[in-house]
């Protein structure tokens, strides 16, 4: 076994789960900490911590803020977001040992693909977008694209036996002997992990702040 | 003066010195900015800003100057908030200094700050944008910021500073109005209800211990003297306690244009206000109908200053007033209002202030034909006279203003039918004064206690 694919499967792992956990922790320890602001509310605004809950449901299930003022890239946005939350629960599954996860991996995995490529499409095309468009966020979404491709034309989201990589990982012993077809899908995922908390895409966690300090204010 | 960014220029050439070097002195100012020690105001709102935006777009189509102006690429919201965020990654963060092209991280040059300088006054503040951004990502409060740090450079506009903040701590009002002149006028408008009404109102100045100081935006006694007189007799049919205050008291101007640039400036003039009604033992300090007013007694300055250095009430001359009709101990007959009237949300009072019922349930019980303009509360489009705007004309100011905000406003206006637009805030009035005059509509503004005064059955 060559020493990149020794890496990628036994190390890359635990380095990624670890700069995940630490940049985030440190994102979110960063923001916790900040001295609280003037009032700077938006009204209306939701009150209970109930309220606040069906709110917050509500954008990450439907986005509805995009599909109320930005329609055209509501759908395609919803399509990569609901794959993500998919293929989150591959995850889960997996670990957990349901095999109904292959079903979530994959359609996940065709989600993310199409919602990513679309999205990047229409940064590329509308020229609204294009202008406020960095280089960074085609690469993001290039990132996802790639990831989801790779994991689809690898077989792993299909791949109910892939779990016991994961819970080898999981007990620290990680399984060696991977089909070569999954190498390239795993180095992206892990490279992804530990991308997240160095970019914008670590915006579920900071949406707690700019909501639930800012436009909602401390709660009563 | 010299074109820096488009056809205005809201900074004069001695505030801006376009010509000048400027970048050093603004990267300090900027640095210290993003100290949460020295700038913790809205140190959150205003990092999570500059860190979080996904480039989505969702407030470009919100977004009244950018819609307006046909969508030109320099007034969309992203493009003014980049113009700092640039800067920002570029000289303080990580990968801004590591791959800059890749994050859209560039240089600041002289000309780049001549053009931010006078974008971020292209905006109001408005937040319609931060209402409908998916992370909740505000582009006001960067263009704020951005005007605190050029604040900090000694870079900002005449009307806001010199004859704003600075005046208004000097006389005691913005419109410089010394304390005889200002009992003159009082005097005057007493004798004008009579004349107009028929009927005597004593109007109570500089009383020591009264139950309500009812403050105006002070530009209302010259230019809205009918929302001053309004207030008047509204108070006087109450039989409450009550008083305005003259400059000998201290400050006797609603306004804070350091909501609108400064934080230095802002907490200046708050703390006049506070020492004025504390001076005056009075119980209740009342705002008048000013938007931004508002916002600054009765948000900003809890978390600014302790409530045991403020030992008194703030409440919006409309929640009095609403609550006076609904107690019955002000009787109004909506007929003598028969006109079709609409209300325009000011967004400091509505957005920003929740003040979305009181003024409704005022018109509905004064008027007899209440509309809404469509949009309105909270998705109302902002009049285009805020964050200073309503008072700002030169370099063709007010063109721009009309061409954008008051396009939208106009096209508004005349849907509604209306012929009397019903404003809670003086820069409000400002602007829709110039708006009905620049599009010749045949509609009038009138102030709520104006309205209410009208239909006063006494
Ligand atoms: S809506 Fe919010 S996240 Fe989207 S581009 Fe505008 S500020 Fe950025
Ligand atoms: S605050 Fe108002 S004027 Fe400014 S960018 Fe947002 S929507 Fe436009």
Redesign the interface.
């Given at each position: 076994m060559a020493l990149w694919e020794l890496f990628t499967i036994a190390i890359l792992p635990y380095l990624a789960i670890a700069v995940l956990v630490l940049g985030l922790g440190y994102k979110i320890i960063y923001?916790l900490k900040?001295?609280?602001?003037?009032?700077?509310?938006?009204?209306?605004y939701p009150r209970t911590s109930g309220e606040q809950a069906g709110e917050l449901l509500t954008?990450v299930f439907t986005?509805r803020?995009?599909y109320?003022?930005?329609r055209r890239?509501w759908l395609p946005?919803l399509v990569m977001h609901y794959g993500i939350y998919l293929v989150v629960f591959w995850l889960l599954f997996l670990v957990v040992g349901l095999p109904l996860a292959v079903y979530l991996g994959v359609t996940g995995g065709c989600l993310v693909a199409a919602g990513s490529l679309l999205l990047f499409l229409s940064r590329l095309i509308n020229p609204?977008?294009r202008?406020?468009?960095?280089?960074?966020?085609y690469?993001n979404l290039a990132f996802l694209f790639l990831l989801a491709v790779a994991g689809l034309i690898g077989g792993v989201f299909r791949d109910f036996s892939f779990r016991t990589y994961i819970i080898s990982l999981l007990t620290l012993k990680p399984h060696l002997s991977l089909p070569d077809n999954y190498l390239f899908f795993l180095l992206l995922f892990w490279l992804f992990m530990l991308y997240i908390p160095?970019t914008?895409m670590?915006?579920f966690a900071?949406?707690y702040?700019?909501?639930h300090?800012?436009?909602w204010g401390e709660m009563e | 003066m010299r074109k820096v960014f488009d056809d205005y220029r809201v900074l004069s050439d001695e505030s801006l010195k376009p010509d000048e070097p400027r970048v050093e002195k603004f990267l300090q100012a900027m640095k210290k900015s993003l100290q949460?020690k020295d700038n913790?105001?809205?140190?959150?709102?205003y990092?999570?800003?500059l860190?979080?935006?996904?480039?989505?777009?969702?407030c470009?189509?919100?977004c009244p100057v950018y819609l307006a102006s046909g969508?030109k690429?320099i007034y969309?919201p992203?493009?003014r908030s980049?113009m700092l965020r640039k800067v920002y990654k570029r000289y303080f963060t990580l990968?801004g200094r590591l791959f800059p092209?890749?994050?859209?991280a560039e240089d600041l040059t002289e000309e780049k700050l001549n053009a931010m300088a006078e974008n971020i006054y292209r905006c109001t503040i408005c937040?319609r944008c931060?209402?409908?951004?998916?992370?909740?990502?505000?582009n006001g409060?960067i263009a704020r910021e951005a005007r605190k740090i050029f604040d900090a450079i000694d870079i900002a506009p005449d009307e806001l500073k010199k004859n704003g903040t600075q005046k208004q701590i000097k006389f005691g009002n913005a419109t410089g109005t010394p304390a005889n002149a200002f009992l003159d006028m009082i005097e005057f408008l007493e004798e004008e209800i009579e004349d107009t009404k028929g009927y005597k109102v004593k109007i109570p100045v500089d009383k020591e211990g009264a139950e309500y100081l009812l403050m105006h935006n002070a530009g209302d006694y010259l230019a809205f003297a009918e929302t001053v007189m309004g207030a008047a007799e509204v108070m006087d049919a109450a039989g409450v306690d009550w008083t305005l205050n003259s400059p000998a008291t201290g400050v006797n101007d609603a306004v804070n244009y350091g909501v609108f640039y400064s934080d230095v400036e802002f907490t200046n003039v708050l703390k006049a206000h506070v020492e004025t009604a504390k001076k005056m033992g009075i119980k209740t300090l009342v705002v008048g109908e000013c938007g931004h007013a508002y916002e600054a007694l009765k948000?900003?300055m809890?978390?600014?200053i302790p409530p045991a250095e403020r030992p008194f009430e703030v409440k919006s001359i409309l929640e009095l007033e609403d609550e006076w009709i609904r107690e019955g101990r002000i009787k109004v007959n909506p007929e003598k209002n028969p006109e079709p009237v609409t209300y325009h949300d000011s967004c400091k009072l509505?957005?920003?202030?929740?003040m979305?019922e009181e003024p409704r349930r005022i018109l509905k019980a004064c008027c007899q034909d209440f509309r809404e303009l469509t949009p309105n509360r909270?998705m109302s489009i902002c009049c285009g006279g805020g964050s200073g705007f309503a008072i700002m004309e030169k370099g063709d100011f007010r063109k721009f203003r009309m061409e954008t905000y008051g396009k939208l406003k106009a096209e508004q206006l005349k849907a509604s039918g209306a012929s009397i637009i019903a404003l809670a805030c003086s820069n409000c009035k400002g602007q829709f004064r110039e708006i009905i005059n620049y599009y010749r509509l045949p509609v009038r503004f009138a102030g709520i206690s104006e309205l209410i005064a009208n239909a006063l059955v006494r």
């Open positions: 923001w900040a001295p609280v602001n003037l009032h700077w509310e938006l009204f209306p954008e986005l803020s995009l109320m003022h930005n890239i946005s609204e977008l202008r406020i468009s960095e280089p960074v966020e690469l160095f914008r670590a915006h900071v949406k702040f700019t909501y300090k800012v436009k | 949460k913790w105001t809205f140190w959150l709102p990092t999570l800003s860190d979080t935006c996904m480039k989505c777009g969702t470009a189509e919100v969508k690429d969309h992203v493009y980049d990968p092209a890749l994050v859209g937040r931060a209402y409908v951004c998916p992370v909740a990502i505000d409060v948000y900003l809890l978390r600014l509505g957005r920003l202030g929740g979305y909270e």
